[in-house]
C-alpha cells in the first residue's frame, strides 16, 4: 500500500466527512464540511490539507471512508459530521468503531460536557473518538455534532465576554495525541484553540 506523500514532514492531513442522505443526495446543501474548513482555515498556523467526502448514512459507506482516507490517503486525522444521534438511520458511531483499533473516551465525553451547556437533548449524544492503526501509519478519528454552530463550539470550547477559557474545547488535545501517535506537529492559533502539550513535547523554535 503506497500512501499518498505530503508536501512537507509537517503537514496535517486532515479528511473531512459528512453523513447525511439528503445533503449526500442534493436535497440540500452540505454545511458540515465548509464549516469544518472554515474552522481549520482560521485556527492552524502550521501547514494542512484536507480531503473530504459527502456520504449517505450507511455504515458500509462510512466504514469504506474512514479506511479509504486513513489507509490509502494517509490522513492523520478525521473527523465526521452527523449521524450520531439515536435514530435507527444514525449508524457513524458503529462505522467508527468497526474500523478502530483504540477507543479514545475521553473526547466524547467532552463533546457531551459543551453540548450540554446549551441543550440537553446533548445527552442524546453518541458522539466517539478512536485511534486507527495500520503497520506504516496511525490516526484519530473523531464525530462531531451536525450544525456549523456545534462544530466550532466543539472544537474551541466556550469563551467569556472577555476571551476568557470557560470549557475547554477537544481540539486542544488533538495536536499533542497526533504527537504520540507518531504524526505532524500541529500549532494553532491560540486567539482560536490553545494546542496543550507538556513543556517536554513543546518543540522550540
Known sequence: MTMRKKNNPDELLVGLVSISD??????YQDQGIPALRDWFTSALTSPWRMETRLI?????????ALIELVDEIGCDLVLTTGGTGPARRDLTPEATLAVATREMPGFGEQMRQISLKFVPTAILSRQIAVIRETDEHAA????LPGQPKSIKETLE???DDDGRQVVAGIFAAVPYCIDLIGGPYIETDEAVCKAFRPKS???QK
Do not use: H, Q, T, Y
Open 22 to 27: 439528503r445533503a449526500s443526495s442534493g436535497v
Open 56 to 64: 449517505p448514512d450507511d455504515r458500509d459507506a462510512i466504514e469504506k
Open 140 to 143: 484519530l478519528i473523531m464525530n
Open 157 to 159: 470550547g466556550l469563551k
Open 201 to 203: 513535547a513543546i518543540r
